[in-house]
């Protein structure tokens, strides 16, 4: 009998190495326009070698990044690829008021349609950081116009999840007429505790055969697609090294050298497309809003 195949998300954040949250107490924002950018030459190679692979991804750009690079902007979305919203100067949701969070919202879904001329319907935090501390930003993400999320990891990690949240995705009703698709970061269960598989440092950090394995678990056990993501500097081994604590640098630089080969190969043993299309092709489990603020408040999460 024919194996189904089942199509996953490809996402990219769109950002530059000096604004990650790794480096954040190095690198201050208002250096940002001092430094050299690596973030168009990084993304262009990943246009390409995702064009070589004929496939189309999701790019969650940064809005101070579509600011200033407007005509990579415009190069994502001419090649056929969605364009969604990672914030606008990846500041982390909890130490941002909720009115200053709806801000740097709007403005950076309006810098992103504006430059594009194609309507934002996704959405991913800086860090992942909808947590216990801001499940309010779901409202103001779904007030703001977004049709889905890709921000609670359902992992326990210092910066960010929610441990005991949903790891396929599921249309998350908030009330008040407001919902979003919540498409989470992909985990594994190992030995009781969900393990992050979807890419980024953890595609660096663990042997690439232990990555494929757990991504086709979750596609041929739970029948359900994975999401993957990285980030342009992750196949950019050359970038300035920053001084700054060792698991910050452990957490950035480990493995860069790796990190193109290996993407290179998964793109030739998995099928992916883009977030929205996985999510508009799906028929997923409905989650109340309370359901996650009832995981936020048990002890030790």
């Not at 992942?128 to 990690?157: C, K, M, N, Q």
């Not at 440092?201 to 999401?227: D, H, T, V």
């Not at 028929?283 to 359901?291: H, W």
Request: glycine share 6%.
């Amino acid at each position: 009998m024919q194996t189904e195949i089942i199509t996953n998300a490809m996402t990219v954040d769109v950002e530059d190495y000096f604004q990650v949250a790794a480096l954040a107490s190095a690198i201050d924002e208002s250096d940002w326009d001092t430094i050299k950018p690596r973030v168009d030459n990084n993304t262009n190679r990943i246009l390409e070698i995702f064009e070589k692979a004929d496939i189309r991804a999701t790019f969650f750009v940064l809005g101070w990044v579509a600011e200033r690079h407007q005509g990579l902007v415009r190069k994502i979305v001419d090649a056929g690829h969605e364009l969604a919203c990672h914030g606008f100067s990846h500041k982390l949701i909890y130490d941002q008021s909720r009115s200053e969070f709806a801000a740097e919202t709007a403005r950076a879904k309006n810098v992103l349609e504006q430059v594009s001329g194609t309507p934002v319907h996704g959405y991913r935090a800086a860090s992942y950081s909808v947590t216990d501390r801001s499940l309010w930003a779901l409202d103001v993400i779904a007030e703001t116009g977004f049709a889905y999320d890709a921000s609670i990891v359902p992992a326990r990690h210092d910066l960010y999840g929610i441990p005991g949240a949903k790891v396929s995705p599921y249309r998350l009703e908030l009330g008040n007429g407001l919902s979003l698709m919540e498409f989470p970061p992909s985990t594994i269960s190992i030995l009781g505790h969900n393990v992050s598989i979807g890419g980024g440092g953890y595609f660096r950090i663990f042997p690439y055969a232990f990555s494929r394995w757990g991504m086709r678990k979750i596609n041929e056990s739970r029948k359900q697609p994975f999401a993957f993501y990285l980030h342009p500097w992750e196949i950019d081994p050359e970038q300035p090294r920053v001084r700054t604590n060792w698991k910050s640098r452990f957490r950035h630089y480990h493995n860069l050298h790796r990190f193109e080969p290996r993407l290179r190969r998964l793109l030739g043993e998995f099928h992916f497309g883009t977030m929205r299309s996985v999510v508009e092709s799906g028929t997923f489990e409905t989650v109340q809003i309370r359901e996650l603020e009832e995981l936020t408040a048990l002890p030790g999460v």
